[in-house]
């Protein structure tokens, strides 16, 4: 039987890395902007050990409206030593911490079926193949919890410290680990509060030491108010409008009794009830339920189609009910465990930093991956308690089941995917600059009606960072013809002013999407190249050269 169960681990985890790995440049469509800008900051530290701000080995990298976790882009730094194409260096480090986590989530449960169950998991695979944070971030969490266990199986303090390193590494790869971590390490000393103190008051002391020496450059960075950037900005507490909002609300109060009348005085009552506090409040509640809801779980996922798929769920129908026999399964006296109880804590804190933004009308599938390792753990339970049943029927049709969902959700991902969402890919933009390539002596106008090309030219090019920053090349640009940005007086990035090109070198190489050369169509211009649509969603672009 362990020879068996070898063999079907292995086939899993060689199953989740091709699954993963399987035309990964190319599905989803193309790279996005995030990508490509943390593929830059990390080509920019090979070259000066900086980004691309001139920040000396940074804890957050400064990006052009935000700074961003560092690890991420250490790792892909590191891929990039091995000389693989651009593209894969970005996408690579995902897939293969997508993987990991495979391996990770077996040496917890001692089962295959949790890992084939990752393995398969829509929410996974697709993490799993994009360059964002959260897959390694998922595996140092799992890695976290794997050492917690063998600290409380052997009574080692290694494990412990091991476990507090990479729980600690969380935050150092996606910001939403900033505030799990604490909601974790609460719940960790709620639940093994006896082994914990058993440690002793100086052990104790010197891992909070460790701990601290840790998350210090995250604190200092904190405390300048870089890795709290973006949140400043997306957090509840900070709703635009909120005393307008507010006001309005009391006045409707004041409507109900006094109709058409002025000089009202606001009831108290309406302040109890409408009030800041009271809005924010409202707000995190609405965000948390919704986390959970089945249109975001099972029926359609994020709504923003880069996170999820805007036609298919993150997880699967049986999921859902798998994992509530899973919970449920737990409470039954000969079932319940402490390892248990931890992950039912982590799936109620997981989407706590989720709840606290708000410029997501939607769930936000990227900071509730956090979910992802605790509905996994539960269908598996739900799956054992199945099995302990006795009905082997019900047990040979979850498998069957789960095989149709693959199939269904791989035919939807792997041919329907790309033509309904490439636009949202920025698919066709990286063509467009290696088109540009082809003129290197001559000025160069990226229309920006689509996106923004700043960031696609400076990684297609590639454009090599010789000075600290790029704010020395990178300049705004204001004037009758053209306004944006322009690199090194030569490159232009922005919004053309087609009726006066004056202010534009007359030999400039023009790169504009079709819709807006349809748009803004002179008979003076010559297309000289156009990037074909490859999906069916997706921007044409032309470059274009003066006649005249």
């Known amino acids: 039987m362990k020879r068996i169960k070898k063999i079907l681990f292995l086939f899993i985890v060689i199953f989740a890395l091709f699954i993963r790995v399987y035309r990964i440049d190319t599905l989803p469509p193309s790279l996005h902007y995030d990508e490509i800008d943390a593929g830059y900051q990390a080509m920019i530290f090979n070259q000066n050990h900086t980004d691309y701000y001139g920040n000396k080995f940074p804890t957050h990298f400064r990006s052009f409206g935000d700074y961003r976790t560092s690890l991420h882009i ?15 260096s970005v996408r690579l480090p995902s897939a293969i911490f997508g993987t990991l986590s495979v391996i990770v989530l077996f040496l917890v449960t001692k089962s295959v079926i949790p890992s084939f169950l990752l393995a398969v998991s829509p929410w996974a695979i697709h993490y799993s193949r994009i360059g964002f944070e959260v897959s390694g971030m998922i595996f140092v969490i799992l890695l976290g919890i794997y050492f917690w266990k063998k600290f409380l199986e052997t009574n080692k303090l290694i494990f412990i410290f091991l476990a507090a390193f990479f729980f600690c590494l969380s935050p150092y790869f996606y910001s939403t680990a900033k505030v799990f971590l604490p909601f974790s390490a609460i719940l960790i000393f709620i639940i093994w509060q006896k082994e914990i103190i058993r440690v002793g008051v100086k052990n104790l002391i010197t891992f909070i030491v460790f701990c601290l020496l840790i998350l210090s450059p995250l604190i200092i960075d904190t405390l300048s108010g870089h890795s709290g950037y973006r949140f400043s900005y997306i957090s509840i507490f900070t709703q635009p409008h909120r005393e307008q909002v507010v006001d309005s609300l009391r006045y409707q109060d ?60 993150l997880i699967y129908l049986i999921d ?35 709840a606290l933004t708000r410029d997501s009308d939607s769930p936000h599938a990227t900071r509730l991956i956090l979910m992802l390792p605790s509905i996994i753990y539960f269908s598996f339970l739900g799956i054992k308690y199945v099995q302990s049943l006795g009905k082997h029927i019900f047990y040979v049709s979850l ?69 600290s920053s790029i704010s020395d090349h990178l300049k705004e640009i204001n004037n009758s013809s053209f306004s944006g940005q322009i690199l090194d007086d030569k490159y232009y990035f922005g919004h053309v002013n087609w009726s006066n090109l004056s202010k534009i070198p007359v ?42």
């Open 320 to 354: 859902y009910f798998l994992v509530s026999i899973g919970i449920f399964s737990i409470f039954i006296p000969k079932n319940k465990n402490k390892l248990s109880i931890l992950f039912l804590g982590l799936l109620l804190i997981s989407p706590i930093p989720y």
């Open 254 to 313: 004041i409507l109900q009794n006094h109709q058409d009348q002025i000089g009202v005085k606001t009831p108290l009552f309406s302040y109890f009830f409408h009030n800041k506090y009271q809005l924010s409040a409202k707000r995190l509640i609405d965000n948390y339920v919704s986390s959970f809801s089945t249109d975001f779980l099972i029926t359609k996922g994020d709504n923003n189609t880069r996170h999820g798929f805007g036609g298919h769920g």
């Open 399 to 467: 498998l069957i089941l789960y095989f149709l969902s693959f199939i269904g959700f791989g035919h939807y991902y792997y041919y329907h995917y790309p033509q309904d969402n490439a636009l949202y890919w920025n698919t066709g933009m990286k063509e467009a600059v290696v088109a540009s390539n082809s003129y290197p002596q001559k000025p160069l106008v990226f229309s920006d009606s689509h996106e923004s090309f700043v960031s696609f030219f400076l990684f297609y090019k590639p454009y090599p960072l010789l000075s």
């Open 507 to 548: 030999d400039a190489v023009f790169i504009v999407p079709k819709s807006e050369y349809e748009n803004q169509y002179h008979p003076m211009f010559n297309k000289v190249q156009i990037i074909s649509k490859k999906y069916i969603n997706q921007e044409e672009f032309y470059l274009l050269t003066n006649n005249e």
């Open 74 to 88: 250490y790792t892909i730094a590191l891929f990039q030593q091995l000389s693989i194409s651009p593209d894969l």
